[in-house]
Structures are given as structure tokens and as C-alpha cells.
């Protein structure tokens, strides 16, 4: 342990996300998180845990994405498997996180498209999935049952949880082996609370990612920032339940005003720095995985991760 | 070690003449046991006491001003590792590099660029803090040339030199040292003649070093120099350091464990393949002076909102005092928006306003700096505000019409708000955005 470690006894617990072959799944790669002992990017050799990962936003139906990425991207937004091997190859993603916006449409009942769209985009692609179901509480159960039955197998990330409305996406994390990604908005007891009533009905800390809601630069980072520090802090100081990996999303990064009024030549670099901006922050803060939407944004932080990083590689034992 | 108010009385004349300002030398003692007092405020102390107590009364790290006039700032002076555990108070300068290689026209142009240039965010003017002129050349004379150009702008911002021959950086300072430029940088090789320019223009010093520990050696041989107005560079070769060292150095000086690092951070950004990524750290951990290239536009915005945001308090939500606010020329019969008094919502949901040019009343209710789906999710937006607020304000005689425009995160309570109030509740779009299309379409007055 450094010395620059606050009075630390605690430890950041494992999860692992994805499972290749000999796990039982079919993916390329599989990460463990978690390990750290100390202040993100300190410790150099000791209490590094593993390096932050980059994940890369997709979606089911783009028309609720941002007009930022889908001009960018053209048809390959409509087509999830190939935007899944496009992110893992071309763009460099870690992870792949993939929201289901089609049951965003109302009166969605065509539950067997999900089963369709988690088979596309597990064949798309050899990188860990986080998937993101449904957005309305009444469909939540059929969703989140279809994701982790086609996920089966593959030690998906499934979310979101939140603390009153957190048992469908337990359950089929449960029935199925995955993990669940708890999220609360930006408090550090709620956080706690929820990672509590998760484990109350038998989701283990190692399956559990914390997600302390990040609102984007400008809107709620101020707030974000310091509430994953608290995070990090309370698990090093011995809190076992906060003592789980965040994954942070500052998914308004497109949608504010600084970024939707640029300048239309100058639109999409704005829109890639203030991802970057909030992403790398995040991890600082401690943060195992960031989340971004945009494509440009994944070799910046993949460079600035590896420029920062000075602990083992996913992989390194 | 930090003393205890006891240990610092023991000190102290014992007089309680109150020349200090404070009536008892025990009080006195006790606001220098907590950082925040001045011990030349005694005139009576002798110099083994002031000795004694001079390194462990100052702040944990030295406050240092850079520049003079309107744009000087300062740094340092900041109490925790963390933000959330109180705030920080002194941003980090962020400084645009130029080079005495240059020509007179590019310094000219970076240097009125950070004079002009500024991004209104949250009613607050964001700028960058100066220029740091490069001795690229070698040449006293040249580099005496660009630190020309550059206060020849009139910009006045405040300036780094950056020249590591003392001969050189005296070249320099003869045409700026009347406004406290940041001298960089003194090795342990260099000091000597830095020190003595550092005291002859009363300029503030840089000094670099391998590690921490040879930098503390090295403040320490500068206090012997006299001179206290430092900071430490920690651009050391690989950016994977800075973290490491920036923590360790914030959480030696709070602790008071290694009184020489108490000093606020330099962090030479340029000397990193990426620049933006030294820039992100450096204000997100500890850096009091940031030099970098001139920022892109897209790294521009991002980087003053990303320091802003560190550097408020997490704790309280800026706010703006209730009221009415009019936009433009409104009369009896415009149109009256609800919002909430937290500030980022008032400029947000202003800015659109002013932009849809219908005159208008802003009608500004205590949520206590809440969001508007913050505070109607935490109950502090509610239907009884909004009556007493209609009251207090004496809205019902500023307008003749009895309807209100709620954001439409506060639908649910629009039924609530028209039976405690008996106005008419016409909910609005819940982006801002939309509010110019909504007016021109919706309100007929
Ligand atoms: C930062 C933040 C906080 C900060 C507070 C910031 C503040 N000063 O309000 C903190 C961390 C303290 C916080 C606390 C809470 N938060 Co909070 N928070 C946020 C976050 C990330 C951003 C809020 C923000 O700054 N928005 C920007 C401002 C400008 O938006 P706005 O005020 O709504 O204004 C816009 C519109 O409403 C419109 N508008 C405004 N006025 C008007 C007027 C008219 C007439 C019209 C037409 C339009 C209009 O224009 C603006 C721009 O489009 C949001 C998530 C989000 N994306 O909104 C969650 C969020 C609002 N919080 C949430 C919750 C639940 C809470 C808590 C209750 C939970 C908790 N943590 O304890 C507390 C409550 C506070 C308390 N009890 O003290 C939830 C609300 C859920 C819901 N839908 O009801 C959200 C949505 C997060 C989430 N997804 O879970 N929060
Ligand atoms: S000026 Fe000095 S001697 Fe006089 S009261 Fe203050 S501390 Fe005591």
C-alpha cells in the first residue's frame, strides 16, 4: 500500500465481466475489475487493481440516439450486430454496452425481437456485454427475461437497477448467471442502500457494479465527480458494501446546449472533447469502466489510459 | 507538525496589547493554529518565535499571487484532498504557451487571445489566466523581444517566463518584472541567481527537481534565500507520475508532514504527447498553474467548464435569490415562467428566453439551488411554494391574466398548483429548447 492510500484496510471487490469458451460462454475476452487498495492511478504496483476500460454505447433503433452519432455512423446504426463488430474493431471498444431502445416505442410487446437483437449482437461481436433493457417499468420483466436468457452463459453486465425497481433485473441476472449494474442518483446511502437490497434477495458483491449517475460536464459533474471519490473512499476505508466497481456514463454529453449549439464545423470535436473531458475525470475519480457514445472518443481514452497506466494489464496475472 | 493553539500562546509575547487585531494573544494564537492568521500582525514577537512558528503557522500550502491588476490570481491556499470534504478554492491557471521563436504577430495573436477571449457559463465570465513566454532561442535579447510583444498588447494577463539562464530571465524580467510574473524555473544549480531575481522584482518561483524529495531540499535552500513564493514543478518525464506525486504533495502539506511541499503545483502540459489529458489532471488533481498549447475550441469549452465544475462547492448548488425577473420589455399582459432558483436552470432556461424575444416575466421560486427534476423529485417544488411565492412576489398585481407556465418536469404537480393557487397551469416543454416554439405557438395573449 502507498502512502498516499487514506487510512486504508479495504479493497475494491472482483467482478468479471464476460465469459470466453473455457468459462463457459462464447467471447473473445473476458475482464476481471476491480482488486484496487488504493487512490485511483496510485500505488503503482500494489494497489492498482486493472486498468479502466472503455465501453462503447450502442442501440436497437437509433432513432433515440443522438443525431451527433448517427450522422457520423450512416446506416450502420441500424444494423446492431454490424455497429458491435465495427465498435470492437474499427473504433477499439473494450466492452460493448447495448441499450434497447426499440422498447422505448409505445406499446412495445414484440419481446421476441429482443431475443433476436441479443443473438445479433453476441455474434457481432467477442467483447463482454453490458445490455440495457427495457425503460418502462410494466415491460420490464418480459425484457429483462428475454436479455438473460439469450445471454446465458456469457456474464452480461444487466441493468439498470434502481432502488425502486430493481427485482425483474435481479431476477433474470439471478435465473442466468450475470451480473447487475445498480444505479442511484449521484448519493452515496443510496448507493449503499440499493447495493444492500440487491444482496438482500441473493445478487452477490461480485456481481454488482455501482453506477452513481453521471451527469455530464456543465450539468451534475460536479456532483458525479465527487460522489465516486466518496465512493472509492468509504470502500478503502473498509465499506464492503460500496466496495464494488463503478461504471459511469455521462450519457447527456450530447444533448447539452454547449455541445448542441456548436458551431456545425466544429460540432463534432466538441461533442468528442466533452466526452473525453467527463470520461477521463471519471476515471479518475475511480471509475473502472466509462462509457461513450461517440466513436472518436474510444482511442482518446484508450491512449490516455495506457499513457496513465502504470499497474498490470487485463490478462497479467 | 501543525501546533496546537497552547504550544502557539506559549510563543507569544503575552501582552494582549491587541495590536494584532485580536483582543488576547490567545485568540491570536488560536486563529494561527488554524491556518488563517498572519504572525507579522505582532509586532512584539521575537524572532525565535516567529522562526519557530513561521512554517507551521502559514496556510498548509503557501497562497502565491501571479500577475497584478484585474487579471492577477492566485494559488495555493487550498485545506483538503478532497473536494467533497470542503471545497477548493483557488482554480488552477491555465496559461497558453508561446515561443521567442516566434514571429512578433503569433506571440501578438495568442496573447490577445487569452486577453479577449471568454465563455459565460452559469453567469460567470470563464477565462484563460495569461501567457507563458518559451526561451526557445537561447537569446536574452530575443526572449527580452517576445515578453515585449507580449505586454506591448496591453492585455495585461499575467505571465510565466520561462527561461532557465538566469542571464536570460533577467533580460526578461527587465521588461515585465513590475507585474509579478511567475519566474520557471530554479534547479538546484540555478537557485542562486533566481532566488535574487525572484526577491529583486518580487516575482513568485518555479523550481524543478528529479523527485519530491530533492524539490524539498530545494525550497528549503530558497527560504534560506528568502524566498517563499513557490511552487513545485511536478512535469516530471512520464505523466504516469503526476498523480502520484500531486496526492502525495497535497497530502504531505495538509497533513503538515513535509512543511517544504507546501506549496502549490506547476504542471507543463506540452512536454505530454496528450496534452489534453495532462490538462484534464492537472485540474482534476491539484495543479495551481497549467501551461499548455493554445487550446482548440472544442478543448476550450471543455476544459474552463471541467474547472469550474471542480472548483465549486459540491455542497452548495449556486444559487440566485427568488424573485421576478423580467426578460425583455413584459407588461400586464406577457407571459409568466416558472423555474426554479438553482442558477445553471435560471441562465439555461434565460438564455432561450432572450433568444425567442417574447418579453416575458421569469418567476423564480426558493428551491434551495435545486434542478427542476431534482427538486420535484426531493418534494421542495411544490404547490404551497409556488402560492406563497405567488403572494410574496405580488405576481396577481404584475400581471392582469391568471395563467402560468410550468416546465414540463413539473407537470405532475400542475393540477396541484391550480387548485392551490386558482391560476391556470399550462405546462410547458420539458427542454428549454423548445420554450421560443412553445411561446409562439401556445401563448395569445
Ligand atoms: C446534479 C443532480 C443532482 C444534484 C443537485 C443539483 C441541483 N442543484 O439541483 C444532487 C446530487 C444534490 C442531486 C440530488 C438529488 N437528486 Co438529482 N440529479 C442531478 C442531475 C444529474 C442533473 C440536474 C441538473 O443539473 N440539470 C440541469 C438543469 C438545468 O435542468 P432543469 O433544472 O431541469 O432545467 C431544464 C428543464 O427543466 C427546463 N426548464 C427549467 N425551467 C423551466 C421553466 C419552464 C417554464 C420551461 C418550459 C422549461 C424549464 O430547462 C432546463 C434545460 O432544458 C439529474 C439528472 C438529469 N439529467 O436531469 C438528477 C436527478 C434530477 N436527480 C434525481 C434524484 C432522485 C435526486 C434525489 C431525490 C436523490 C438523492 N440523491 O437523494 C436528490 C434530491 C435532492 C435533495 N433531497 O437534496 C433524479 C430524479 C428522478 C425523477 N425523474 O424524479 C434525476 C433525474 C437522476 C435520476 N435519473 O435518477 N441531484
Ligand atoms: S499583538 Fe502580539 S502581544 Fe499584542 S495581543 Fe497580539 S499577540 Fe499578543
Known amino acids: 500500500m502507498s502512502e498516499n492510500s487514506p487510512d486504508s484496510s479495504g479493497k475494491i471487490g472482483y467482478v468479471v465481466l464476460g465469459a470466453t469458451k473455457a468459462e463457459g460462454g462464447t467471447r473473445t475476452v473476458s475482464f476481471r475489475l476491480g482488486g484496487e487498495s488504493d487512490l485511483p492511478f496510485i500505488g503503482m504496483n500494489t494497489g492498482q487493481g486493472s486498468i479502466p476500460l472503455v465501453a462503447f454505447e450502442i442501440c436497437d433503433d437509433p432513432e433515440y440516439w443522438s443525431p451527433i452519432v448517427t450522422s457520423y455512423t450512416g446506416d450502420l446504426s441500424n444494423d446492431a450486430r454490424e455497429w458491435a463488430g465495427v465498435a470492437e474493431k474499427q473504433y477499439g471498444a473494450d466492452i460493448i454496452r447495448l441499450y434497447l431502445t426499440s422498447t422505448k416505442r409505445r406499446g412495445f410487446d414484440n419481446f421476441s425481437s429482443i431475443t433476436t437483437v441479443m443473438e445479433e449482437v453476441l455474434s457481432g461481436t467477442g467483447l463482454p456485454l453490458v445490455v440495457e433493457g427495457s425503460n418502462e417499468p410494466a415491460i420490464d420483466s418480459d425484457v429483462f427475461q428475454r436479455c438473460g436468457e439469450a445471454g446465458e452463459g456469457e456474464r452480461l453486465l444487466l441493468g439498470t437497477a434502481e432502488a425502486g425497481r430493481y427485482r425483474s433485473v435481479a431476477a433474470a441476472a439471478l435465473a442466468y448467471h450475470h451480473s447487475v449494474l445498480a444505479q442511484s442518483p449521484i448519493d452515496i446511502n443510496l448507493a449503499k442502500q440499493l447495493n444492500i437490497l440487491l444482496r438482500e434477495i441473493g445478487v452477490k458483491a461480485d456481481h454488482i457494479m455501482i453506477d452513481p449517475y453521471t451527469g455530464t460536464l456543465g450539468y451534475g459533474f460536479e456532483y458525479s465527480y465527487s460522489v465516486m471519490e466518496r465512493i472509492r473512499s468509504a470502500a478503502l476505508k473498509g465499506d464492503t458494501d460500496l466496495a464494488m466497481p463503478m461504471i459511469t456514463s455521462a450519457t447527456d454529453s450530447l444533448s447539452v446546449k454547449e455541445v448542441r449549439e456548436a458551431d456545425p464545423a466544429a460540432l463534432e470535436d466538441i461533442a468528442v472533447e466533452w466526452e473525453f473531458y467527463a470520461a477521463l475525470s471519471s476515471a479518475i475519480a475511480g471509475s473502472s469502466v466509462v462509457c461513450v457514445r461517440h466513436p472518436k472518443t474510444v482511442p482518446l481514452l484508450k491512449s490516455a489510459f495506457r499513457e496513465l497506466w502504470a499497474g498490470k494489464m487485463p490478462g497479467e496475472a | ?445
Not at chain 2, 516566434?102 to 487569452?114: L, Q
Not at chain 2, 489534453?276 to 469549452?301: M, N, Q
Not at chain 2, 465544475?309 to 425583455?328: A, E, F, L, R, S
Request: hydrophobic share 40%.
Open chain 2, 1 to 445: 507538525m501543525a501546533l496546537k493553539a497552547l504550544d502557539i500562546y506559549k510563543l507569544l509575547p503575552k501582552k494582549n496589547c491587541k495590536e494584532c487585531g485580536d483582543p488576547t494573544c490567545l485568540t491570536f494564537a488560536m486563529k494561527l493554529a488554524s491556518g488563517k492568521g498572519d504572525l507579522e500582525k505582532c509586532p512584539y514577537l521575537d524572532p525565535g518565535a516567529k522562526n519557530i512558528l513561521g512554517a507551521s503557522t502559514r496556510p498548509p500550502i503557501q497562497l502565491v499571487k501571479i500577475g497584478v491588476g484585474e487579471r492577477r490570481f492566485a494559488v495555493g491556499e487550498e485545506f483538503v484532498l478532497f473536494r467533497h470534504e470542503k471545497t477548493f478554492y483557488h482554480p488552477p491557471g491555465i496559461m497558453f504557451e508561446v515561443s521567442d521563436l516566434w514571429s512578433g504577430k503569433e506571440i501578438e495573436a495568442v496573447t490577445r487571445r487569452v486577453g479577449s477571449e471568454h465563455y459565460v457559463r452559469v453567469g460567470t465570465d470563464l477565462t484563460f489566466s495569461g501567457v507563458a513566454i518559451r526561451n526557445e532561442s537561447g537569446d536574452p535579447d530575443q526572449f527580452a523581444e517576445a515578453v515585449g510583444v507580449v505586454e506591448a498588447t496591453g492585455t495585461h494577463v499575467p505571465e510565466v517566463l520561462m527561461a532557465h539562464d538566469p542571464a536570460v530571465q533577467e533580460a526578461g524580467l527587465k521588461k515585465c518584472g513590475n507585474f509579478r510574473p511567475l519566474i520557471y524555473s530554479a534547479t538546484i544549480d540555478s537557485y542562486k541567481p533566481l532566488c535574487a531575481l525572484a526577491k529583486k522584482f518580487g516575482s513568485p518561483l518555479v523550481v524543478s527537481a528529479k523527485d519530491l524529495l530533492s524539490l524539498g531540499e530545494l525550497t528549503k535552500l530558497c527560504n534560506a534565500e528568502g524566498i517563499n513564493d513557490l511552487l513545485l514543478d511536478l512535469s516530471f518525464p512520464s505523466l504516469r507520475e503526476y498523480i502520484p506525486a500531486a496526492t502525495e504533495v497535497r497530502q504531505k502539506s495538509i497533513l503538515r508532514s513535509a512543511p517544504e511541499l507546501g506549496y502549490p503545483v506547476f504542471l507543463d502540459t506540452t512536454r505530454y504527447p496528450m496534452q489534453d489529458a495532462a490538462l484534464i489532471l492537472g485540474i482534476d488533481k491539484y495543479a495551481g498553474v497549467i501551461v499548455t498549447r493554445a487550446l482548440s475550441p472544442a478543448s476550450s469549452v471543455a476544459a474552463l467548464t471541467l474547472r469550474q465544475n471542480i472548483y465549486t462547492d459540491p455542497q452548495k448548488p449556486i444559487q440566485m435569490n427568488p424573485g421576478i425577473y423580467p426578460v425583455g420589455n413584459p407588461g400586464k399582459e406577457s407571459p409568466v415562467l416558472l423555474t426554479v432558483n438553482f442558477s445553471l436552470t435560471y441562465f439555461t432556461v434565460q438564455g432561450y428566453l432572450e433568444s425567442s424575444r417574447v418579453p416575458c416575466y421569469m418567476f423564480i421560486v426558493d428551491t434551495e439551488g435545486l434542478s427542476v427534476l431534482t427538486a420535484v423529485a426531493a418534494g421542495k417544488l411544490n404547490e404551497a411554494l409556488v402560492r406563497d411565492s405567488i403572494k410574496k412576489f405580488d405576481l396577481e398585481h404584475l400581471v392582469s391574466h391568471r395563467r402560468l407556465i410550468i416546465p414540463g418536469y413539473a407537470s405532475p404537480l400542475s393540477g396541484k398548483i391550480e387548485e392551490e393557487t386558482g391560476w391556470k397551469v399550462l405546462v410547458g416543454p420539458r427542454d428549454a429548447a423548445e420554450i421560443g416554439d412553445y411561446l409562439a405557438k401556445e401563448w395569445k395573449s
